[in-house]
Nanobody, 121 residues
Framework: QVQLVESGGGLVQAGGSLRLSCAAS????????MAWFRQAPGKEREFVSV???????TYADSVKGRFTISRDNAKNTVYLQMNSLKPEDTDVYYC???????????????WGQGTQVTVSS
């Protein structure tokens, strides 16, 4: 089992920045690809970004150039730096751990509880 706890969400004005953190405990953190997804009420969960244990990453087109994913294997933590935020980035953001660097949410075995990000216009 891997336990994931997100933090760092909040309310920010459009154009602002937030940094989300996801602290992992349990099995060896470096074994897993770590991803961020987001979901609005009534909508499907959407892939945001993923990073492998060696730092290879993938981004959704909607966040490329604005968001940066990183991980600190010594601290068992993955981060999502979000810059130039837009109102359409408003969602609950979830951290996930899985065996492969994939964009499909059903390939991830472990999920955090989510953190709310709200971007005002």
């Amino acid at each position: 089992q891997v336990q994931l706890v997100e933090s760092g969400g909040g309310l920010v004005q459009a154009g602002g920045s937030l940094r989300l953190s996801c602290a992992a405990s349990g099995r060896t953190f470096s074994n897993y690809a770590m991803a961020w997804f987001r979901q609005a009420p009534g909508k499907e969960r959407e892939f945001v970004s993923v990073v492998t244990w060696i730092g290879t990453n993938t981004y959704a087109d909607s966040v490329k150039g604005r968001f940066t994913i990183s991980r600190d294997n010594a601290k068992n933590t993955v981060y999502l730096q979000m810059n130039s935020l837009k109102p359409e980035d408003t969602d609950v953001y979830y951290c996930a751990a899985g065996a492969r660097r994939r964009v499909d949410d059903d390939t991830y075995n472990f999920w955090g509880q989510g953190t709310q990000v709200t971007v005002s216009s």
